[in-house]
């Protein structure tokens, strides 16, 4: 996980969430998962927020 989200910045959450199930669905011991994403406020000085 922390490959996936270090990797780039990703603009929808929907995206990181997708990226990760691939990500533990590739293990052939997974055979099922669900990822829950919560869009957080951002704080300031965060990278992309806008003033």
Do not use: N, Y
């Not at 989200?5 to 997708?18: G, I, Q, R």
């Not at 590739?26 to 951002?42: H, Y």
């Amino acid at each position: 996980m922390r490959r996936i989200v270090s990797e780039d910045h990703v603009a929808p959450a929907e995206t990181l969430a997708e990226r990760i199930a691939e990500a533990a669905l590739a293990d052939a011991r997974v055979i099922a998962v669900r990822v829950r994403v919560k869009k957080l406020e951002a704080f300031v000085g965060a990278v992309g927020r806008r003033a």
